[in-house]
């Protein structure tokens, strides 16, 4: 963690520092309650366009990253009440409820080893961590990831490879020594 | 088994990891992981990273940092542009003020110089002139007026000081403003009285025609406006910044051609107007006299005059010290 950013006097390169540093998890953060990529992160340009234009005279008493992520949620769910689907909204204020529970808008429960497998997916090259993500979390086959991709299912396999190799690499001090039983991994076969 | 032949690579066990390995492949799988600890050790690994980084809440999302900074930047560098040039607009717009100041200034100057005008009656007794424009004003005592040069020519501005009658000259292009502090009159012609109070209370009495009486209100940052007609008076109050209705007392307005009419007034409030209008005091302390009402028209500017027709009238007497009176009953 880097010293703490006075945001009356950023300049422009510690703005894109500040943006480039905070971008991926404040989309994803954005993301759980819009549920929906693009308006995530037209919420985040937003939130970080406000704070360049306000910089001088915007007061923040606790940290920039917890007023960034504050900011993102209060947008979010002005969104949701926008959008004013109450199916929907009640959706989103569940999972505002539960995320409410588990995080307190800056990541700061997460465990070290969380917050490090995110810093280091948020490590990846681009189109790795693309793949990576529609894998992991859009629960996307190999195949499906090909397609929308315009790239070879090889391709595919490779970059998850590389990316899996990367997280346990950059992890590797903090995995577990303990050798789990992995019979249980083949038996659903 | 040969070693090189089981060799797996992490794509394949990340494969195996996402479940999009066949029943064979799986099989192989095991081999491999029997061949070595270190194998175990590094699926072992592996998993405990992919099921942690599933754990991640909220979830990561296939984002750009670079794209959405690109995108930013250009946002950012056409709002700092737009400050940029709103900043040129305000230099310039503050420098059009500036000049107009200036150019204010100097006129001011220009007219102050050749035209400041002031109509002062320091005299105890009111006093009667003719205005540029024609209108007719009486000055109260211990009272000015103020116009600039082109009073009559494009404008009809006055600034009073104390009290003046105005018997203005109707001319419907150039109303005639007074501007008596808090508040003022404006007319096109018509006749009126303005007097400025102690307290800066402005009282407007109107003898003929229509005025229009005006207040600044600083709270709401406007104009306050009545029109007040033929034997209408009002209050300009300067505590509450309102225009008030007044009584029209019948005296005040007489006092500018020596003509004061008292209608049922009591002796306290003609005693008030006469201290006033000559410029002297009257002391009575019987109430019953001061309750006593008057109905009368003087047309004197002899107060001794008026003295004795009070006291004649209400079988009183007086003292006279210098400009003290003193009314007794005998």
Same mark, same amino acid.
């Given at each position: 963690?880097?010293?703490?950013?006075?945001?009356?006097?950023?300049?422009?390169?510690?703005?894109?520092?500040?943006?480039?540093?905070?971008?991926?998890?404040?989309?994803?953060?954005?993301?759980?309650?819009?549920?929906?990529?693009?308006?995530?992160?037209?919420?985040?340009?937003?939130?970080?366009?406000?704070?360049?234009?306000?910089?001088?005279?915007?007061?923040?008493?606790? &940290?920039? /990253?917890?007023? +960034?992520?504050?900011? #993102? *949620?209060? =947008?979010?769910?002005? %969104?949701?009440?926008?959008?004013?689907?109450?199916?929907?909204?009640?959706?989103?204020?569940?999972?505002?409820?539960?995320?409410?529970?588990?995080?307190?808008?800056?990541? &700061?429960? /997460?465990?070290? +080893?969380?917050?490090? #497998? *995110?810093? =280091?997916?948020?490590? %990846?090259?681009?189109?790795?961590?693309?793949?990576?993500?529609?894998?992991?979390?859009?629960?996307?086959?190999?195949?499906?990831?090909?397609?929308?991709?315009?790239?070879?299912?090889?391709?595919?396999?490779?970059?998850?490879?590389?990316?899996?190799?990367?997280?346990?690499?950059?992890?590797?001090?903090?995995?577990?020594?303990?050798?789990?039983?992995?019979?249980?991994?083949?038996?659903?076969? | 088994?040969?070693?090189?032949?089981?060799?797996?690579?992490?794509?394949?066990?990340?494969?195996?990891?996402?479940?999009?390995?066949?029943?064979?492949?799986?099989?192989?799988?095991?081999?491999?992981?029997?061949?070595?600890?270190?194998?175990?050790?590094?699926?072992?690994?592996?998993?405990?990273?992919?099921?942690?980084?599933?754990?991640?809440?909220?979830?990561?999302?296939?984002?750009?940092?670079?794209?959405?900074?690109?995108?930013?930047?250009?946002?950012?560098?056409?709002?700092?542009?737009?400050?940029?040039?709103?900043?040129?607009?305000?230099?310039?717009?503050?420098?059009?003020?500036?000049?107009?100041?200036?150019?204010?200034?100097?006129?001011?100057?220009?007219?102050?110089?050749?035209?400041?005008?002031?109509?002062?009656?320091?005299?105890?007794?009111?006093?009667?002139?003719?205005?540029?424009?024609?209108?007719?004003?009486?000055?109260?005592?211990?009272?000015?007026?103020?116009?600039?040069?082109?009073?009559?020519?494009?404008?009809?501005?006055?600034?009073?000081?104390?009290?003046?009658?105005?018997?203005?000259?109707?001319?419907?292009?150039?109303?005639?403003?007074?501007?008596?502090?808090?508040?003022?009159?404006?007319?096109?012609?018509?006749?009126?009285?303005?007097?400025?109070?102690?307290?800066?209370?402005?009282?407007?009495?109107?003898?003929?025609?229509?005025?229009?009486?005006?207040?600044?209100?600083?709270?709401?940052?406007?104009?306050?406006?009545?029109?007040?007609?033929?034997?209408?008076?009002?209050?300009?109050?300067?505590?509450?910044?309102?225009?008030?209705?007044?009584?029209?007392?019948?005296?005040?307005?007489?006092?500018?051609?020596?003509?004061?009419?008292?209608?049922?007034?009591?002796?306290?409030?003609?005693?008030?107007?006469?201290?006033?209008?000559?410029?002297?005091?009257?002391?009575?302390?019987?109430?019953?006299?001061?309750?006593?009402?008057?109905?009368?028209?003087?047309?004197?500017?002899?107060?001794?005059?008026?003295?004795?027709?009070?006291?004649?009238?209400?079988?009183?007497?007086?003292?006279?010290?210098?400009?003290?009176?003193?009314?007794?009953?005998?």
């Amino acid at each position: 963690m880097e010293a703490k950013t006075n945001i009356n006097t950023i300049d422009k390169p510690a703005f894109e520092l500040l943006f480039k540093q905070h971008y991926s998890n404040m989309c994803a953060y954005a993301f759980n309650f819009v549920k929906d990529q693009e308006v995530a992160e037209e919420l985040v340009q937003n939130i970080f366009f406000k704070l360049w234009v306000n910089r001088k005279s915007i007061e923040i008493e606790s &940290s920039v /990253e917890s007023y +960034l992520f504050r900011s #993102i *949620r209060n =947008a979010a769910l002005n %969104l949701i009440k926008h959008i004013n689907i109450r199916e929907e909204y009640k959706k989103h204020k569940q999972s505002e409820d539960q995320w409410q529970e588990q995080n307190d808008a800056d990541f &700061s429960t /997460e465990t070290e +080893l969380q917050k490090l #497998i *995110r810093q =280091a997916i948020n490590k %990846l090259p681009e189109q790795r961590r693309k793949i990576f993500i529609q894998s992991r979390y859009d629960g996307l086959k190999y195949r499906e990831i090909a397609d929308k991709m315009g790239i070879s299912i090889k391709t595919v396999e490779n970059q998850m490879g590389k990316a899996l190799g990367f997280l346990r690499t950059e992890l590797k001090d903090y995995l577990p020594v303990i050798l789990l039983f992995f019979s249980h991994l083949f038996l659903d076969e | 088994m040969n070693y090189d032949e089981l060799y797996i690579d992490d794509a394949t066990l990340t494969r195996f990891l996402a479940g999009e390995t066949s029943a064979e492949e799986q099989l192989k799988i095991i081999s491999w992981l029997d061949l070595s600890e270190e194998n175990r050790k590094r699926l072992d690994q592996l998993e405990v990273v992919w099921l942690e980084a599933g754990n991640l809440q909220p979830r990561p999302v296939a984002v750009s940092p670079k794209l959405a900074w690109d995108k930013m930047e250009q946002r950012v560098d056409a709002y700092e542009q737009s400050q940029k040039t709103k900043k040129h607009r305000i230099i310039w717009l503050t420098s059009v003020a500036a000049s107009i100041l200036v150019i204010l200034f100097v006129s001011r100057i220009w007219t102050s110089t050749t035209a400041p005008l002031t109509l002062a009656n320091l005299t105890p007794i009111a006093v009667t002139d003719t205005l540029p424009d024609g209108s007719i004003v009486a000055l109260n005592a211990n009272s000015s007026l103020e116009y600039n040069k082109q009073f009559g020519k494009n404008n009809r501005n006055l600034k009073l000081h104390g009290e003046a009658f105005f018997q203005v000259k109707r001319n419907a292009q150039l109303p005639f403003i007074v501007d008596a502090g808090i508040g003022g009159v404006k007319v096109l012609g018509t006749q009126f009285n303005v007097k400025i109070e102690e307290n800066s209370d402005v009282a407007i009495d109107v003898v003929k025609g229509k005025v229009q009486v005006f207040c600044f209100n600083i709270v709401s940052n406007d104009t306050i406006t009545t029109i007040l007609t033929r034997n209408q008076s009002a209050l300009i109050q300067q505590s509450s910044r309102k225009i008030l209705p007044k009584k029209q007392l019948p005296t005040a307005i007489n006092w500018h051609n020596n003509t004061i009419v008292f209608n049922d007034t009591p002796l306290q409030d003609v005693f008030k107007t006469l201290n006033e209008h000559f410029n002297i005091e009257i002391t009575c302390n019987d109430n019953n006299i001061n309750a006593l009402p008057l109905n009368t028209i003087f047309q004197t500017d002899n107060i001794d005059e008026i003295i004795d027709v009070i006291t004649s009238t209400f079988d009183l007497e007086y003292t006279k010290e210098g400009n003290k009176y003193t009314i007794t009953t005998p």
